[in-house]
């Protein structure tokens, strides 16, 4: 019986084996990306370069949803742009009934501003959140509307907050990608930056003193991790935004909508790494390549970059990037002849260079007035590439000498000198004549208000 049931047992091995062997090989098949979007169970996801803002990920990014305590990133923002770390800020009874996540202010209790911005940042104090909108919003609706002009400000067009903290409202939302483009922003602030990355902070409040500890578990759990923020409210459930930087490359990563903690520290975990794994920084625009010339008078002139432009690319791609994603139209080059500057005597030309490409790489370029004899390597506008979500900018420059020209000739009519100097006595007179029968007038007004004065006197 032994030797029946072993060949049984090998045969199992051979119907298993194969099946099992070959599940690797297709997952080993799908290209990184795909991979990645079978990771993710969150509804929507962003991966940024921090230092371009290049999308390098995204899932869903322009999905409406609530942001919970993310939105806490706006409110450090405009807190700092209005006020001073030393600002005295007092909580009001409002701020003192707001509901966990809080610090436990208790109404009259005053903190400087950069207290208040650690018991929000680092333990999501939605009673810190209130008393920051009241003290530079006056109220919180004010402050909301603070919020919104700066969201518009930055490009986050699918966002409207109505409150400091994130507590759910359904005008209340935003988008990862809009969280994205918020949370980079933030993190140009050194004095916010250096927050976000503090593990523990010194409470003393009046009712308590403690040590507050960072709500963001990837400071500790993710090597290079520097910030920003979660968030949660049954609703929206959890969201993060996460920062971390290895050598020069810095990644922002968004999360919303997935449940339960681990799951999202996972997420965002496999968000970086991907990032990581997957690009380094390097070079899309080396310095001298030509992006378009130009043709004044017959004289070409070459439009190019002095620097190299810098970007989060691909691993294994070719670098510099060459013209060919980078496509500029060169026939909707126009020029505009303006009136000449009087203080240089030239005239001035404005070039509008408008892209009209359907590649996904492409060059915009905006141009400055262009003028006579403009020095080779002077900088004559801006550009900005385009890849996919997001636009890099840079500047643009001359390589070779504008010509020279020269400002329009004025030709006056010629004038019988004569004919002028008859013209002029004629209208001196006239004008003496009529201010001479004006003072006249005035005298003889004079003269009968006076006599009927009299008349009325000798009446009486």
Not at 90 to 114: D, F, M
Not at 192 to 205: E, F, M, N, Q, S
Not at 377 to 392: E, M, R
């Amino acid at each position: 019986m032994r030797l029946p049931i072993a060949i049984l047992f090998a045969a199992c091995l051979t119907i298993i084996l194969p099946s099992s062997i070959a599940q690797p090989s297709m997952a080993a098949s799908l290209s990184p990306t795909m991979q990645l979007n079978q990771t993710l169970k969150a509804t929507s996801a962003v991966l940024m370069d921090e230092t371009t803002g290049q999308i390098l990920y995204a899932k869903n990014p322009l999905t409406r949803l609530y942001p919970a305590s993310i939105t806490k990133i706006m409110t450090a923002m405009i807190a700092l742009e209005k006020g001073h770390l030393q600002d005295r800020i007092r909580t009001s009874n409002l701020a003192a009934s707001q509901i966990p996540s809080k610090v436990y202010l208790i109404p009259g209790e005053t903190h400087t501003l950069q207290q208040m911005l650690y018991g929000l940042m680092l333990i999501s104090g939605n009673d810190a959140a209130v008393a920051i909108a009241q003290h530079y919003g006056r109220t919180v609706a004010g402050f909301a509307a603070m919020m919104n002009q700066k969201a518009k400000e930055l490009g986050a067009l699918h966002t409207h907050f109505v409150n400091p903290n994130g507590l759910q409202n359904p005008n209340h939302y935003s988008c990862a990608y809009d969280m994205a483009l918020i949370g980079r922003a933030a993190m140009q602030n050194p004095i916010l930056r250096k927050i976000v990355d503090t593990k523990y902070y010194a409470w003393h409040g009046t009712k308590w003193r403690s040590e507050l500890v960072n709500l963001n578990d990837l400071l500790w759990t993710y090597p290079g991790a520097n910030g920003i923020k979660t968030g949660w409210t049954d609703q929206a459930m959890q969201t993060i935004v996460v920062t971390a930087k290895r050598g020069n490359l810095s990644l922002l990563g968004v999360i919303m909508h997935v449940n339960g903690l681990d799951e999202v520290h996972q997420e965002a975990t496999a968000l970086l790494n991907y990032g990581f794994d997957h690009f380094h920084t390097g070079i899309l625009l080396q310095k001298g390549t030509e992006i378009t010339s130009l043709n004044l008078l017959g004289e070409n002139i070459p439009i190019t970059i002095n620097h190299d432009v810098m970007g989060a690319v691909p691993n294994g791609a070719t670098l510099p990037l060459t013209h060919s994603p980078f496509f500029v139209k060169k026939s909707n080059v126009t020029f505009y002849n303006t009136t000449h500057d009087p203080g240089e005597n030239i005239p001035r030309f404005f070039a509008a260079i408008r892209q009209q490409s359907p590649l996904p790489k492409s060059v915009s370029l905006s141009l400055l007035p262009i003028v006579s004899q403009e020095k080779s390597g002077s900088l004559v506008g801006t550009a900005n590439l385009a890849i996919d979500y997001s636009t890099i900018p840079f500047q643009v420059f001359v390589t070779k000498k504008t010509p020279t020209w020269s400002a329009p000739t004025v030709v006056l009519p010629t004038i019988n000198l004569s004919l002028l100097a008859l013209t002029c006595a004629c209208v001196c007179s006239t004008s003496a004549f009529l201010v001479a029968r004006s003072v006249k007038l005035r005298k003889k007004k004079t003269l009968y208000r006076q006599s009927s004065q009299r008349l009325g006197m000798s009446r009486r």
